[in-house]
């Protein structure tokens, strides 16, 4: 499979003054919003997303459209007086140049539009390899920007799978490749990445934990565990897989987490691929309280499968006595995506907030929900560095130029001139 990207398309889509090209991206946005029902309606043909998140998935897609279409009046530089006389001094945002977006099959229209809607806006050309699971809505999506109007060759779509991947990672007109994927493919894009001397934006798995104290308000901590650990039957990367409850709540905890969880149905193909884990873990001591929506306790730290992302319906229990011992166990895993703390003391909110290591943390909520108007990313294992949405996001799709103008007819030595 060869790709020749449009350098025609890339030179005067950079040329297109920014509130020009946002007028494009206010386009999507409104057939976004014009035809979410059939597009969420793809995604739960094609997926198997349940249609209420499946339409909640376009909404961020048409959320993120409104919010980076507004930057298109909004790419500030900065200007700033010179150290010398008669000399201006002043920085723009630019470009990168060709954007290659390779994207996971969980979130085929929302995750795609975090990276193309900020790439475009800020003056990129992008080519989109969606997952090979998930090309029917790779293929509505990229038609939405064809109605919109945008000019052949700003977005090209090509399929395949992994191999088709790696070509775009090496091919010599990409000069970025944003990666949203699993830990052992992302490092394969940044080993890549860094030989060829290119960017790379990773964002990576997720071992998400929700810490409930002893003086939560333990309703609220239930709903906000089963939403995130088996909503979308827990295949979100901001999923909770882990539980970290104060030794005085774990038994009234774990007894309504159980009765909730019996009354659930998830996605069974993604419970299988987790079966081997989770006998693994009852070999090793574990209790596994229910089946379908997989609550596991009799739990430690360091087992395996409270370390290791599953990628499905599987949560642990995990027993602390304090909201120290909660909060190394939550830091000690090699993801840090998303994390939660439910407690009533702002004290020990705050404390949580500053001391949980991860990219996301959430106060009296669960792990899953990110904003678009918020960076969304993650440290350790789960990104480097790098973030989307929010204005993170400009960062990660743009070079800085510094500009300096010399209009006193003579040489000036910055530094040595005093
Ligand atoms: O990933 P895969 P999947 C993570 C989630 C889980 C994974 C699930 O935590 O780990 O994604 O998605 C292409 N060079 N996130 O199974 O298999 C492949 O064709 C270049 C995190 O789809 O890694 C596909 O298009 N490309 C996230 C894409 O990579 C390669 C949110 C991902 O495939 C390649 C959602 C290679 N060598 C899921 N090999 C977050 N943190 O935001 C494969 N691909």
Redesign the pocket.
């Known amino acids: 499979m060869q790709f020749r990207p449009h350098s025609a398309a890339q030179h005067s889509w950079r040329a297109t003054p920014a509130p020009r090209r946002a007028e494009f991206l206010y386009r999507v946005g409104e057939i976004l919003r014009d035809k979410k029902r059939d597009l969420a309606a793809i995604i739960t043909g094609e997926i198997g997303k349940p249609a209420t998140e499946a339409a909640g998935e376009v909404q961020e897609a048409i959320d993120m459209a409104y919010y980076m279409a507004g930057e298109g009046r909004r790419q500030f530089g900065h200007t700033v007086p010179s150290e010398l006389p008669d000399k201006w001094a002043m920085s723009v945002r630019e470009p990168v140049g060709l954007v290659a977006a390779?994207?996971?099959?969980?979130?085929p229209i929302a995750?795609p539009s975090w990276k193309i809607l900020p790439a475009l806006v800020l003056g990129n050309t992008v080519v989109w390899?969606?997952?090979?699971?998930a090309e029917r809505c790779a293929a509505a999506f990229a038609q939405v920007f064809r109605d919109a109007g945008l000019p052949i060759g700003v977005l090209e779509l090509v399929t395949g799978?992994?191999r088709v991947?790696?070509m775009l990672?090496r091919h010599p007109d990409v000069r970025l490749v944003s990666?949203?994927?699993?830990?052992e493919?992302g490092r394969?894009?940044a080993v890549a990445c860094a030989e060829l001397g290119k960017r790379c934006a990773l964002?990576?798995?997720?071992k998400n934990a929700v810490i409930v104290l002893d003086d939560a308000d333990l309703e609220l901590a239930v709903d906000g565990i089963i939403w995130s650990a088996f909503g979308t039957s827990g295949q979100?990367?901001t999923s909770c897989s882990r539980v970290v409850v104060h030794k005085a709540i774990r038994q009234a905890l774990t007894q309504a987490l159980v009765e909730r969880a019996k009354e659930l149905s998830v996605d069974e193909a993604a419970l299988k691929r987790c079966e081997p884990a989770i006998l693994d873990a009852i070999k090793a001591g574990a209790r596994r309280l229910t089946t379908g929506a997989t609550l596991l306790d009799n739990v430690t730290a360091q087992m395996p499968i409270a370390q290791e992302?599953l990628?499905g319906p599987v949560c642990v229990i995990i027993e602390v006595g304090s909201l120290e011992e909660a909060i190394t166990v939550n830091n000690n895993v090699p993801y840090g995506?998303s994390s939660s703390i439910y407690t009533q003391d702002v004290s020990r909110a705050f404390t949580a907030a500053r001391e949980l290591s991860s990219g996301i943390v959430y106060v009296n909520a669960g792990t899953t929900g990110s904003e678009v108007q918020l960076p969304f990313g993650?440290v350790r294992s789960?990104g480097n560095g790098w973030r989307e949405a929010g204005q993170a996001a400009l960062d990660t799709f743009s070079e800085w130029k510094t500009i300096y103008v010399d209009y006193s007819g003579r040489l000036q030595r910055a530094q040595i001139d005093r």
């Open positions: 390779i994207t996971a099959w969980n979130f995750v390899k969606p997952s090979e699971r799978d992994g991947g790696e990672v990666f949203t994927g699993s830990r493919n394969r894009v964002e990576l798995g997720g979100r990367c992302e990628f995506l993650g789960t």
